[in-house]
């Protein structure tokens, strides 16, 4: 499971590959959308927190 509050976020999952970057990308997105509709001009830099986040749920891989 990954969970998005910051752009931070998905910086170290794409820089780490741990998902795959068109997954990544439909899910920055999204972020971006809400970033858009839901800043407030007070803040620095835009935090998903309080207003929730995004998960995304991986499958548990099997180990050989």
């Not at 752009?7 to 999952?13: A, C, E, H, K």
């Not at 001009?41 to 499958?59: D, T």
Request: charged share 30%; glycine share 4%; with cysteine.
């Amino acid at each position: 499971m990954r969970i998005f509050k910051t752009q931070q976020d998905f910086d170290v999952l794409r820089h780490t590959e741990a998902l795959p970057a068109a997954l990544l990308d439909q899910v920055e997105g999204y972020f971006n959308q809400l970033m858009v509709e839901l800043e407030d001009e007070a803040e620095s830099e835009f935090y998903l927190g309080r207003h929730g986040y995004i998960v995304v749920l991986e499958s548990r891989r099997q180990c050989p």
